[in-house]
């Protein structure tokens, strides 16, 4: 492997990628000065061995070389060894001259309470002797939801991602889960409170060039509608990114999960936006925040005979990525894909533009009717 790759995603880098990649160029969209692919790779599941590592690094590397330059992992992800696969793939595919960094958007997330799985103790031990007798985390910090946002925690995180991607600075990195892994025991405000500390660390990293940009990776909180307790509002959070780190703030993007079954980014208005009820792709669209979806197959169980409705003659995988990559505010879903074969079939999807806005727009009314 060789050491620590520098550089980061460029205008001119992610450019070249969509123009090199022979993909249909409606299949990239342009973003934060960057361009993306409109479908990412996810690498959330699998177990912690070697064989699935070997899956993972191979289908990066697939990924990446059939038009894909957005990857999307994090620490937790089975137990490190996610990253660590990711970061295999992308120094393979710089050593042999066949991508360069500038050309990949590369994401990680931070916040869960992660062991290594290639260090032979159990969790909690690891825990005890990596984080706790190191003065990383202390007494309190840990949710119930096995979360830790503290700043020293968090940028003992940020480190190890780094060393286990072999980069030096890494595109976006998602606070993960956190109004999720932390509403349970703090109170909001005491959440919005550590939210701020988070933010501030996030500039901070900013300027010493680790992270490019950084975001919320979420389950709920974007969803739900606003008398629940994991409600957050959008604007206040991008307000709360601005107070910190000026209009030039780091806070641009934010994933949640998305699909033709759990269609609440799209249809719900839960959120308000210059006192208007939007939905939160249509609140993120008009704050300047770029969205990343996650489970667009619900881990395969949309792929069933008969459970998405059918259109445009396309066999369920593909179906699902279409809806969601067409979807108004969506940049790319992530699709979590291993084997050569899911890889090859889901990929086919670079070769047909997505469907226009109008026609989209007809689609939902049918298929919502």
């Known amino acids: 492997m060789i050491y620590m790759i520098s550089g980061f995603a460029t205008l001119e880098g992610t450019k070249k ?22 479908v990412g790779i996810g690498t959330y599941l699998g177990d912690p061995d070697s064989r699935t590592d070997e899956l993972v690094t191979k289908a990066v590397t697939q990924s990446v070389l059939s038009g894909i330059n ?18 295999k793939a992308v120094s393979k595919l710089i050593q042999e001259g066949k991508i360069s960094r500038e050309q990949l958007f590369l994401s990680t997330k931070n916040g869960y309470l992660t062991n290594d799985a290639d260090v032979k103790l159990g969790f909690w031990e690891y825990v005890k002797e990596e984080y706790s007798q190191k003065g990383i985390i202390k007494e309190g910090d840990v949710t119930s939801g096995y979360h830790c946002m503290t700043p020293t925690y968090l940028s003992d995180q940020l480190d190890r991602s780094l060393k286990n991607l072999n980069i030096d600075c890494v595109d976006l ?11 349970k025991d703090v109170s909001k405000e005491q959440f919005l409170e550590n939210l701020k ?13 680790k992270i ?13 509608e606003k008398d629940n307790p994991q409600f957050l509002s959008l604007e206040d959070t991008v307000n709360l990114a601005k107070k910190i780190g000026g209009e030039n703030h780091g806070f641009r993007f934010i994933q949640l999960p998305f699909n033709m079954h759990y269609d609440q980014a799209l249809l719900g208005k839960n959120q308000i936006v210059n006192d208007r009820q939007v939905s939160i792709l249509e609140a993120a669209a008009s704050l300047g ?18 459970v ?24 790319a879903p992530l699709v979590g894909q291993k084997t050569f074969e ?15 806005e109008d026609e989209f727009l007809i689609l939902v009314k049918k298929l919502t009717s």
């Open 212 to 224: 490019k940009f950084y975001g919320m990776a979420t389950w709920d909180c974007f969803r739900v």
């Open 17 to 38: 990628f969509a123009q090199n990649s022979g993909m249909n160029q409606t299949n990239f969209k342009n973003f934060a000065n960057l361009t993306f692919s409109n």
């Open 289 to 306: 925040i770029g969205v990343f979806t996650s489970v667009p197959f619900m881990q395969g169980r949309l792929l069933a005979p008969g």
């Open 70 to 87: 957005v990857i999307d992992t994090a620490i937790n992800y089975r137990a490190q060894k996610a990253e660590r696969s990711v970061g």
């Open 197 to 209: 500390s988070v933010f501030e660390l996030y500039e901070q990293k900013r300027d010493e060039g």
């Open 173 to 183: 990195l998602y606070l993960h889960n956190a109004v999720e892994g932390q509403i």
């Open 342 to 356: 899911h890889v090859s079939e889901n990929l086919e999807i670079m070769k047909i533009p997505p469907i226009p």
């Open 308 to 331: 998405i409705p059918e259109f445009d003659d396309l066999k369920p995988s593909l179906r699902s990525l279409q809806f969601i990559r067409s979807s108004p505010g969506v940049l």
